[in-house]
């Protein structure tokens, strides 16, 4: 006989999804958890709009809140999570050994959810269903697979791979994130807002020849095989894209999001994300972040024979007229750190040192970063999940450890 008077902890994290929370009360499904021996269901509905009612329906007890400071303790308690598909709530659950069924969420545009609770389930962490699923009670077999052999209830630190271990739980959040974006964004996509960001800090220049980081853009592109009528076709749209903005945003703890977005309506989009990110805990302060930044050319670059050693790296930086360069050991590249007016002459110096360049752009690179605690890093995950949907935004870069 199935274990009886389970608990089911259900969470958005601080995400609006009202078809999820209203599915989860529906006569059929809670007649399922009940006939599995579950007789409370908990639900954290976040930013909804649907308020579940805090009373017994089909033999379960359901109670409902909107936002804690920590979930950590009711995910803790519980028999089973049920979640959306947000990166820092499945690392969180998984962490705690729990059995997960992620929901994802098919209204949003660009869906990276899907491919997401589909990479984790491959790899045999989670169970994923959407709305329209569970309604038609796909609940009963989830919830059979999950009592079943094939689920591997399995702490994250298996979930992560070998090479970020010891890594913080930030590094790890990203690392999840990096799935996403390969699904959601490929290298082209990328190229082509470095593409548009070189015309536009010159002032809308589309020549290469008199645009210098505009020429090294195009040579990355080149050497990563983007068609050249695809080239040809960014460089004419970029022409009346609009201006690029830099937004810098300071959060809890003392951290710092730096947004660099491109848009022929920055003011409109600013207002947008300001009150968005109040939300958030996340407010506007110009030029607040310079102590907490360093602003760098970065070159990411591999040797055309191999691996080269860290001393002839470094002689080639001094050469290049690169001020560092840094091994990393987790895929062998090199990143090459240099003033940003300088960046193209050290990246043509690197080419003709028989580098291949993967990466060429100007960044802002954290050299104090802040240690957050785990409530803090799933609302900033949130956050960035949010933003990187907005096609004006370029690039997030924060100074959290």
């Known amino acids: ?64 809140y909107r936002f804690k400071d920590s979930l950590k303790q009711d995910m803790s308690s ?24 992620v929901v994802v969420n098919e209204d949003l545009t660009d869906n990276h959810q899907v491919e997401l609770a589909k990479k984790f389930a491959d790899m045999g962490y989670l169970l994923y269903s959407t709305c329209v699923d569970l309604a038609n009670l796909d609940m009963s077999s989830l919830l059979v697979r999950l009592s079943g052999k094939f689920f591997r209830t399995a702490p994250a630190s298996i979930l992560i791979p070998k090479r970020l ?3 913080s739980k930030w590094a790890n959040i990203k690392h999840i994130k990096a799935l996403k974006d390969g699904i959601k964004s490929n290298t082209f996509l990328k190229l082509s807002s470095q593409i548009k960001v070189a015309i536009n800090e010159a002032g809308g220049n589309s020549d290469p020849n008199s645009n210098h980081k505009l020429k090294s853009v195009i040579e990355v592109a080149k050497k990563n095989n983007m068609p050249s009528e695809t080239i040809q076709r960014v460089l004419e749209r970029a022409k009346a894209v609009g201006k690029a903005v830099t937004v810098e ?47 760098k050319g970065v070159i990411v670059a591999k040797p055309e024979s191999g691996a080269a050693s860290l001393e002839a790296s470094l002689e080639h930086a001094i050469e290049a007229g690169a001020e560092d360069v840094v091994c990393n050991e987790e895929d062998g590249t090199l990143e090459f750190q240099c003033d ?46 949010y933003l990187s949907q907005i096609p004006e935004i370029v690039e997030v870069v924060d100074n959290i450890e």
């Open 1 to 64: 006989m199935a274990n009886v008077n389970k608990t089911v902890f259900a969470t958005v994290g601080t995400t609006k999804f009202d078809k999820f929370t209203e599915v989860l009360v529906t006569t059929g499904v809670l007649k399922v958890l009940k006939g599995r021996g579950f007789t409370r269901l908990m639900i954290q509905y976040g930013n909804g709009s649907f308020i579940p009612p805090d009373c017994n329906l089909e033999g379960v007890q359901i109670s409902s």
């Open 78 to 101: 519980a028999d089973l999570v049920i979640s959306h598909a947000g990166a820092g709530t499945c690392l969180e659950a998984l962490e705690l050994g729990k059995k997960l069924v």
């Open 165 to 167: 271990a010891g890594h």
């Open 340 to 385: 940003p007016r300088e960046l193209f002459k050290v990246q043509h110096t690197l080419m003709q040192l028989k580098y291949d360049i993967m990466d060429s752009s100007n960044k802002h690179i954290p050299k104090n970063k802040v240690k957050l605690p785990d409530e803090s890093l799933e609302v900033i995950s949130e956050l960035i999940d």
């Open 249 to 295: 945003m300071k959060g809890p703890g003392g951290c710092w999001l730096i947004l660099s977005l491109v848009s022929n309506n920055a003011i409109g989009v600013k207002n947008s994300l300001k009150s968005k990110c109040r939300k958030y805990m996340f407010q506007e302060a110009p030029g607040g972040s310079k102590t907490s930044f360093d602003y």
